[in-house]
């Protein structure tokens, strides 16, 4: 699986929201492991 951000590097981790692949630098950007769309206040 790749990371859904950076299709070029291979995914470490998934979103604990949505299941998207991240990889090591998007995994390590929150706690829990979610991917920016899953960050986004929904309105």
């Known amino acids: 699986m790749k990371c859904f951000n950076h299709v070029d590097r291979e995914a470490v981790a998934t979103c ?3 299941g998207k692949g991240l990889c090591r630098e ?3 950007k929150y ?3 979610l991917c920016v769309m899953s960050m986004t206040p929904k309105q």
């Open 16 to 18: 604990q929201s949505c």
């Open 26 to 28: 998007c995994a390590s």
């Open 31 to 33: 706690r829990p492991c």
